[in-house]
């Protein structure tokens, strides 16, 4: 016997994924919860309950917006927020000081 597989589980796909913002279950760095790309997808931590997964889409959701607006963007070494830029290898990434961080948080406070 065997049990088809869906093709969102196949995919890692999580039920929060949307039209056009798919996300994805990964396994992150330690201490990352979720990350949204400039692709449009975001992935989040597939050890999370999926309570935490939708707290986390969520939040970054609000990064995604942030993209969209074009107050933020990323590369491997620079964060660039309004015109600013920010050495990533200075900052602890996720950190609720940050102001792009400030801004998710104050917005997905329950
Ligand atoms: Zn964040």
Redo the contacts with the bound molecule.
Sequence with gaps: MFKLKKLEELLGLNEASEYGMPVFEKKLSKGIRGEANRDGTIFVDKNLPQKEIEKTVA??KV?MDQMKRGDLYYDDTYVYWKGKRYLRSEMKE?AKDLP??KE?YNKTKK
Excluded: I, S, V
Aim: cysteine-free.
């Design positions: 939040h970054e990064h996720g792009w961080e998710a």
